[in-house]
């Protein structure tokens, strides 16, 4: 976790010898805003390599939500990817949540302008004719379950159409360590085993998926998007939630950071190492209606649309997606 300090000449920039604005507590060192953010993109850089997330990697997709999080991870691999030698696309599934939804196309659309990414905007009323609340009205379904079921579908299908290698998604060091003691206190195996730096893919059916951000904090990507002055979104998401057990579990690891700060990180390490041994051989069975991953048979698009339209639209979603990808309608 990182601090910003008041200007103070004796509290020097340990790269450039100018006053620091930050201090960066795990790392004991004082650094100014510059080379702050040089350090964070290194952070992710040393990640991608720790992980090999860029093995194999020439095409990236990247899912792009308009919060500081995705904002951060799309500067940060848009500055890194000459480095490793990686085409970028974004990606914006635009639920149709008014206001917020509208402020995180028009900050996405400028920003990969800015950048030269070629932008994909999807919007769920347009693929399926209903927007998220509309959604969890008619399917009395839990918003935040069902909205993370629909990105991950929508992000896994233009993985695949646009033949990228991998998804990178901006969870970073303090979602994952709570979402992962969240899943162990309620001994939910599957899920804690997929809190891994890299999710395989598999061919033609569903895309690898990697968190650059394994490693970053995420008081540390405020900070950097607030020095960066990358624009995020101001508005709240409508259906924001957070249980109390994550709530529970973000705290007791905050205060082991406080406590021995590096702490997430060393546990994060060792987090990547054991996760996926808890649960082996996860059996996946195709869709019988879409093709697509599932555990039991019927995939959860699939799922939900039967039961909102009446009938499966996980082939017709797929179709559109791959309309939309061929007449190439990305915003530059
Ligand atoms: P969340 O489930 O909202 O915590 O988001 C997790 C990650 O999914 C984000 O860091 C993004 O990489 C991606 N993501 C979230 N919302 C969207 C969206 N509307 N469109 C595309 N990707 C998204
Ligand atoms: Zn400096
Ligand atoms: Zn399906």
């Not at 990697?57 to 308009?66: A, Y």
């Not at 500055?79 to 917020?100: A, P, Q, T, W």
């Not at 590096?262 to 996760?275: Q, T, W, Y």
């Not at 499966?312 to 309608?329: F, H, N, Q, T, Y």
Request: net charge positive; proline share 5%; with cysteine.
């Amino acid at each position: 976790m990182s601090v910003l300090i008041s200007a103070n000449p004796r509290v020097q920039c340990k790269k450039c010898g100018r006053p620091a604005t930050v201090r960066i507590r795990y790392a004991k060192l004082n650094l100014c805003s510059e080379h702050f953010t040089e350090y964070i993109e290194e952070r992710v850089a040393k990640t991608i390599e720790r992980y090999k997330m860029h093995s194999d990697l020439k095409k990236l997709l990247i899912g792009v939500s308009g919060g500081k999080d995705s904002m951060s991870l799309l500067y940060i691999l848009s500055k890194l990817k000459s480095r490793y030698n990686i085409e970028i696309v974004c990606l914006h599934i635009d639920l149709g949540l008014n206001n917020y939804s509208e402020e995180s196309k028009s900050i996405i659309i400028e920003a990969s302008r800015e950048l030269g990414i070629p932008c994909l905007i999807i919007s769920l009323k347009d693929l399926i004719g209903y927007t998220l609340p509309e959604l969890v009205e008619k399917s009395k379904r839990p918003p935040c379950s069902l909205c993370g079921m629909l990105k991950r579908y929508v992000l896994n299908l233009v993985g695949l159409e646009i033949g990228a290698d991998a998804i990178a998604l901006g969870h970073h060091l303090d979602d994952i360590l709570s979402f992962a003691l969240k899943d162990f206190l309620l001994q939910d195996l599957v899920d804690f085993s997929k809190m891994t730096p890299i999710t395989p893919g598999i061919p033609g059916v569903a895309a690898k998926r990697i968190k650059p951000l394994y490693e970053v904090y995420e008081s540390d990507l405020e900070l950097y998007a607030k020095l960066k002055n990358i624009r995020v979104v101001g508005a709240n998401c409508p259906f924001k939630y957070r249980d109390p057990i994550t709530t529970s579990a973000r705290k007791m690891l905050d205060e082991l950071e406080e406590y021995a700060p590096g702490f997430k990180i060393s546990l994060s390490r060792k987090l990547a190492r054991n996760a996926s041994r808890y649960v082996q051989g996860e059996s996946i069975i195709l869709c019988k209606y879409c093709g697509m991953p599932s555990s039991s048979g019927i995939c959860g698009f699939c799922k939900l649309t039967m039961k909102v339209m009446g009938e499966p639209k996980g082939r017709e979603a797929r179709e559109k997606i791959r309309k939309l990808v061929d007449s190439s309608s990305f915003n530059n």
